[in-house]
């Protein structure tokens, strides 16, 4: 007795959303508003860090709003989460773009803050307020893509190929900028966390 062999094409990742996503493309609101509630917050982080905490709430409701419209052709290939955040960067990017243009003359605009990346959940509170205000500042001091892949990874508990599809860069790629995140994020809070264990 033989066994099938499987293509590339046939292995599909298991996506915790699918179901609320094939209830979507039957315009079901109540999986609209539960994936909502599941993603918005880590979509809202990641906005921040890309165009700062004014323009997040907006960029995050135009993704919604492209998801609505591009939900029928959400193929499953790659997870829904992957999916949605590569055009919540998409949208991010374009927000941020259209700002800079439209305030060319500002001295500001080459340097959009990314104040408050990301909020504390649960764990996070537990910490000192010195501390959180030293994460987020530490975060803030991060390039760009750094700063995306360190949230996603170390934040919101991503997988290193769900940032590699999501992001649209390499393995190696994100293995880099994770690295390069993670240390300087080390030297921006050794100071911090010295003064912790010396208390």
Not at 120 to 147: C, F, I, K, N
Request: charged letters at 30%.
């Amino acid at each position: 007795m033989s066994i099938a062999t499987r293509t590339p094409d046939d292995v599909r990742p298991t996506d915790p959303d699918a179901d609320l996503v094939d209830a979507l493309r039957r315009r079901d609101e109540r999986a609209l508003m539960t994936l909502v509630r599941r993603h918005s917050p880590t979509m809202l982080r990641v906005a921040r860090g890309y165009v700062g905490p004014e323009l997040a709430e907006d960029v995050v409701q135009e993704t919604w709003i492209a998801v609505l419209r591009g939900i029928d052709g959400f193929s499953h290939r790659a997870l829904f989460k992957t999916w949605l955040m590569r055009i919540l960067v998409n949208a991010a990017c374009s927000r941020r773009a259209k700002e800079r243009r439209a305030v060319f003359w500002s001295p500001l605009c080459e340097d959009v803050p990314a104040e408050d990346a990301f909020d504390p959940g649960p764990e996070q509170r537990a910490m000192t307020g010195d501390l959180w205000s030293a994460v987020r500042a530490a975060l803030d001091e991060l390039p760009e893509r750094q700063r995306t892949v360190v949230v996603l990874r170390d934040v919101e508990g991503w997988t290193a190929e769900e940032v590699s599809a999501a992001l649209r860069i390499s393995p190696g790629n994100q293995r880099v900028l994770l690295h390069r995140g993670r240390v300087r994020m080390r030297e921006l809070l050794l100071p911090h966390l010295e003064v912790l264990v010396a208390a």
